[in-house]
């Protein structure tokens, strides 16, 4: 994505996920892993920056980036600390390439293929496709672990607590369901799972640095 020299800061929120990224800023170019997010950081990219890269579905990533989810929660990191040289390889082929087509098709072929999904992290799917409105009892039986093992797996796996990480997907699922369908914040609440509409709000307002009343707004 490009930005304007007027553009503002733009705002990205939690949403669970982990992401590669290749940066090019005035001929200085890098790789970074941006760990899950337990709140929101705001970014402004130099004018005619370019950002392009992998986002990673909750505990889909910690075996491909080579490190426990929980080490890299609320951390951006250079991608040589965790692949060496491979890093510095595929960073060579990045640079090389002028078209964000290209770049992604180098992204493409540096990744691992795509391995079947261990108890646990269908586990964690299921979650996602819940949008975080389940019991962590049933997860766990789901994974064929103990409660607490499922903790210990999913906080290794998206680096976030189960408890944590349904917050944010429920809040995702409640901010994408207010941006394409506005209503009234007590209906969308409820609907969304919430107790109710001060619990929406607090949730928002820590989640997201905003409240939900006024503009609507987008976020990756």
Known sequence: MRQEESDPAHRVLPDGCA??????DSGNSGLQVVGPMTRYRDFKLAPEAVLIGVRFHPGMWSA????????????????DLLWGA??????????????????????????????S????QRAIAAMREQHGCCSVVELADQAGLSERQFRRVCLAETGLSPKFLARVLR??????????????L?????????????HFINEFRELSGRTPGGRFFQSP
């Open 19 to 24: 992401d590669l990224l290749f940066g090019r």
């Open 64 to 79: 491909e980036l080579k490190t426990p989810g929980d080490q890299i929660t609320d951390e951006m990191l250079p991608l």
């Open 86 to 115: 491979r890093a510095g390889e595929m960073q060579r082929q990045l640079e090389d390439v002028d078209t964000p087509e290209a770049a992604a098709r180098v992204l493409d072929r540096n990744l691992p293929e795509t391995r």
């Open 117 to 120: 999904l261990t108890p646990a």
């Open 171 to 184: 809040f995702r699922h409640a901010m994408a369901q207010m941006n394409a369908h506005p209503c009234a």
């Open 186 to 198: 007590a209906h969308l609440a409820l609907d969304c799972g919430y107790y109710d509409q001060a």
